[in-house]
């Protein structure tokens, strides 16, 4: 069980007693996720998505990479380009999946050398959906032995997964915590969860690790739900638990997208009202490539736009 410090008592109460957003100080660090666009259609919306985000100041944001590297061109593209032409840190995500340890080496010297400084290292998923993970014969294990390798070749800021209800591949919850800590003792800089919607599965799984000795901070990864049919798709590779309740809150408006959104927007920002509550100050967002959830949820919670964030004063 968390024990809350005086401080986050006191905003307990004040969760409780007045309105849910009121006055919020806005005192939050930022990320985003974007996944590599596959038309032009796709890509003028990721880059209206990241063009409403970057004045919000975000710590990073990163750019996804397909199963079994399947994205691999686009991914780099999308970094790339992100480093390029806008002031906002770029995060390339790199898997050990179907690659050698040259080919994901000369991954990470390219990423280098086009400016960019942090990695999400992940073990990554094979590319036939449900197939378990083997490991390349000449490639990298699984994430720890990544992050380790990539340790070596340049001072890379480098962010881990974390599952807070367990990776579907791990046998028991301390098995699945032992390969978080080897990934932070290999040299990651922190953990960001997968998607989940109960901050008490957060506040558990930070208190567990915590007591397994890890330091790193475990950013929570918040996903704004749109279709309950598509997470269901998404936590079947992740692990995560989606509550009944859900499924009755987004009954009915399968032809209501705009009620849709409005939904998905309060539950997702219920959930980090409450675990700001708690003490939260980091939030990494999986926006879908879509930024409004995203942009609405940070503005309830206090964050503003600035001024210097934007791409015009690079």
């Not at 996720?33 to 970057?54: G, H, I, Y």
């Not at 915590?177 to 960001?192: E, P, S, W």
């Amino acid at each position: 069980m968390t024990v809350l410090t005086i401080p986050q008592m006191d905003e307990a109460r004040r969760a409780l007693a007045e309105p849910l957003f009121a006055d919020l100080a806005g005192d939050m660090a930022v990320s985003f996720e974007f996944f590599p666009p596959k038309s032009d259609k796709m890509d003028a919306q990721l880059w209206e998505a990241v063009e409403m985000l970057a004045p919000l100041g975000p710590r990073f944001v990163s750019v996804t990479y397909g199963a079994g590297g399947s994205t691999r061109e686009r991914t780099h593209a999308t970094v790339a380009r992100l480093q390029r032409e806008t002031p906002i840190a770029a995060a390339a995500h790199l898997t050990c999946v179907e690659a050698s340890r040259e080919e994901i080496d000369q991954v990470a010297h390219e990423y280098w050398a086009a400016g960019v400084r942090h990695i999400v290292a992940l073990r990554g998923d094979m590319p036939t959906p449900g197939a378990r993970f083997a490991p390349h014969p000449g490639g990298y294990e699984n994430a720890a032995d990544l992050v380790a390798g990539l340790r070596k070749l340049h001072p890379f800021e480098l962010s881990v997964a974390a599952y807070p209800e367990r990776h579907p591949d791990s046998a028991c919850d301390d098995s699945d915590l032992d390969n978080l800590k080897r990934k932070i003792d290999a040299g990651a800089n922190r953990a960001i969860t997968q998607f989940f919607f109960s901050p008490d599965v957060y506040f558990r799984f930070r208190d567990r690790a915590a007591a397994a000795g890890i330091t790193a901070e475990i950013v929570p990864g918040i996903l704004p739900v749109m279709s309950v049919a598509q997470v269901r798709r998404f936590a079947g590779q992740c692990g995560a638990a989606i509550p009944d309740w859900m499924d009755r809150l987004f009954e009915g408006l399968d032809d209501r997208p705009a009620a849709r959104q409005l939904v998905a927007a309060t539950i997702a920002a219920e959930l980090c009202r409450r675990l700001y509550a708690g003490g939260v100050r980091e939030f990494h967002f999986y926006t879908l490539n879509r930024a409004e959830l995203a942009y609405a949820i940070c503005h309830m919670l206090g964050l503003r736009p600035q001024a210097v964030a934007r791409a015009e004063a690079a």
